[in-house]
């Protein structure tokens, strides 16, 4: 279904770098994606995540979608609706970023965390982050469109045949994401 929306004010929140954490206390111990963002112009964002360090998880709406003629992004909306009112989107360059993306949807979350808490996501791995839950919203299927048209494209620029192109593109795709369906497990008590 397209629907057409227009976001109000500027409530961009630069991603400054990624990686991921994967840990069996967290999220299962599946690997779930971390995004270091730049909050310098984004203070009510900043508290909010630092206002979670000690309230209980707030309720969050998510959207994905893309801007209208913008072909090289993807971009996820989330309206906070508690612990405070705040609206953020981070916006994804699909070539650069599209395994970031295909992560958050397979781990069905993100990790935000502010550039103050690290520039690395290794340097903020005990301060302060947010995980916000990305369920199932249905773009699962038109992401792996988007992501096999943008790497299908990607290949041939670099000289592949279309064939080349298209079986480099199906085992990109399926490297990424069976590095996200990887699980960290406990130590077992014997």
């Known amino acids: ?13 630069p991603v400054v770098r990624d990686g991921a954490i994967a840990t069996p206390e967290w999220g299962d111990g599946r690997l779930i ?16 995540i630092y206002a979670h360090e000690h309230l209980p998880p ?8 893309r801007r209208q003629f913008q072909k090289r992004t993807v971009f996820l909306l989330l309206e906070f609706e508690r612990p405070s ?12 970023q599209g395994g970031v993306i295909d992560g958050i949807l397979h781990a069905h979350g993100v990790y935000l965390q502010p ?47 279309r064939a080349e192109a298209s079986r480099a593109t199906e085992e990109h795709i399926k490297r990424i994401r069976d590095i996200w369906r990887l699980r960290m497990h406990g130590e077992s008590s014997a």
Request: charged content about 30%.
């Open 85 to 96: 009112d705040v609206t953020a989107l981070l916006e994804f360059d699909i070539t650069e």
């Open 33 to 48: 994606p971390v995004l270091v963002v730049d909050c310098s112009n984004r203070p009510d964002v900043r508290d909010l």
């Open 115 to 161: 550039l103050e808490s690290g520039a690395r996501v290794i340097e903020g791995i005990d301060k302060g982050k947010i995980l916000v839950e990305v369920p199932d919203t249905g773009f699962m299927p038109t992401w792996t469109e988007i992501y096999s048209r943008r790497l299908l494209k990607k290949f041939r620029k670099n000289g592949l045949s």
């Open 58 to 65: 707030g309720d969050v709406k998510v959207t994905w979608g």
């Open 1 to 13: 279904m397209n629907t057409k929306r227009k976001i109000k004010g500027n409530v961009s929140l």
